[in-house]
């Protein structure tokens, strides 16, 4: 008798968990200045991390600011979308200039926002309104609108 031998693979496919709500906001406003407004506006208390979101594979890191509402269940995230850089490129000889300046993004496909507000714990749509109605109402920010997070790419950046 010849015993068969069979072997089975197993794998364990992993998705993270994508439950809140994510707003883009366009403005000029530096990142500190962005937090006091909303926190004035929203009536919340963002305040900035002592360490940044840091991905060492692309050499950037992105200012965080948080806020943890414990009496309504709710937790707020600023991060900025932009990290301006200088890159040395003396080593070019096609090049005049001994640095140049270089732009790497959290969100790649959204090179046009300037923030994201991710908000964990909102009740429904109604609040996510209100809130994108009173965004819109502070000076220098642009545009703020609701972003689904399942349609973006690099979803997964946005987990910290």
């Not at 968990?17 to 000029?28: A, N, P, R």
């Not at 979101?53 to 995230?77: G, Q, V």
């Not at 496909?109 to 109402?137: H, P, Q, R, V, W």
Request: with cysteine.
């Amino acid at each position: 008798m010849n015993p068969k031998i069979v072997s089975k693979i197993h794998s364990i496919d992993f998705e993270y968990d994508h439950e809140y709500d994510l707003i883009g906001i366009h403005s000029i406003l530096a990142d500190y200045r962005m937090a006091y407004f909303l926190n004035k506006t929203l009536n919340i208390q963002l305040k900035r991390n002592k360490e940044d979101l840091d991905y060492l594979s692309k050499n950037c890191s992105f200012p965080l600011f948080t806020f943890d509402d414990d009496s309504a269940f709710i937790s707020w995230s600023l991060i900025a979308n932009k990290f301006v850089f200088t890159e040395d490129v003396s080593s070019k000889r096609s090049n005049l200039f001994q640095e140049e300046t270089k732009i790497s993004y959290l969100i790649p496909e959204k090179k046009m926002t300037d923030y994201f507000i991710k908000i964990s714990g909102l009740k429904d749509a109604d609040e996510l309104s209100k809130t994108l109605f009173n965004i819109n109402k502070i000076n220098n920010i642009i545009a703020s609108y609701a972003i689904d997070p399942m349609d973006l790419r690099s979803r997964d950046n946005l987990i910290f």
